[in-house]
């Protein structure tokens, strides 16, 4: 058995310094990696790396607008950026608006799609999706091609390659196997594909019986207990919606250091 066990500052170096494609597991508010999220952030306090990062999300969440709001995103590819019940994402929507971040047009097809073509190993998978819609106007990099049987025009979304996936799951083993629940979103087909997938689990036990990630997929394992806080992780704790509350609240203020201070020493981490 190979041993991956790592700790979060040596997941965290394992982003490269600019320009890394990063996907974060998870969805909407439910078992997003934060622990990671705000170690990456803190990382970026101290040494001004990672920069220029693009993120990919099949949802986009409260772990990418942290990293917005710290200036080290410049793209953003994704079908939804937002907070669900609490409303959008602040720091992504100013920085959408003032043309710092540079957004990337996805839907679930087009995620879907890429992923899929990175899965088989082709540059692009064909699909009726985005036909007659205004989205091939704003992608010109995504191409068209004509289906050799009927004639009929077709979407290639291109292959979606990423340098560096992190998924929280609920527990795994020092391998790497490990198990993230019902609610799995992309995080299987990200598994597959990343160049380099870290998994920050709630636990890490001797051996898992049954997993839904698998050992040959996983570079490195991270113990983080309540690592998706303030999302939540189903079934061992739910979001909490007065920490959402109070982010809300402290953004563009002289209480927001001292939040995103709070949150770091909740999940261990030393900002300097």
């Not at 109070?246 to 563009?252: D, F, S, T």
Request: hydrophobic share 45%.
């Amino acid at each position: 058995m190979i041993d991956k066990r790592i700790s979060l500052d040596q997941a965290v170096a394992r982003v490269p310094s600019t320009g890394a494609r990063l996907a974060f597991g998870g969805v909407t508010l439910y078992r997003r990696p934060l622990a990671f999220a705000l170690a990456l952030l803190a990382h970026h306090i101290r040494h001004g790396t990672p920069n220029r990062l693009e993120l990919v999300c099949f949802t986009a969440g409260l772990e990418s607008d942290l990293l917005v709001g710290q200036g080290q995103v410049a793209i953003v590819r994704s079908c939804y950026f937002g907070l669900e019940a609490f409303g959008l994402a602040p720091h992504f929507t100013k920085a959408a608006g003032e043309g710092a971040v540079r957004v990337l047009e996805e839907s679930e097809a087009s995620l879907a799609s890429g992923l899929r073509a990175a899965m088989s190993g082709v540059g692009f998978i064909p699909s009726l999706a985005w036909q007659g819609t205004d989205l091939l106007r704003l992608r010109p990099d995504v191409k068209t091609v004509t289906d050799p049987y009927s004639g009929e025009e077709l979407t290639a979304f291109p292959a979606l390659e990423i340098d560096v996936a992190v998924i929280h799951a609920l527990e795994a083993d020092p391998e790497g196997n490990a198990v993230i629940g019902g609610n799995q979103g992309v995080d299987t087909e990200l598994a597959l594909v990343a160049g380099q997938v870290i998994v920050t689990a709630e636990r890490i036990v001797p051996a898992l019986e049954q997993a839904d990630l698998i050992a040959p997929t996983i570079d490195a394992v991270v113990e983080a207990p309540n690592g998706a806080w303030p999302t939540s992780c189903h079934p061992l704790y739910p979001l909490d919606g007065e920490a959402l509350l109070a982010y809300l609240e402290a953004i563009g203020t002289e209480a927001y250091p001292q939040l995103l201070r709070s949150w770091q020493d909740r999940h261990g981490l030393a900002v300097g």
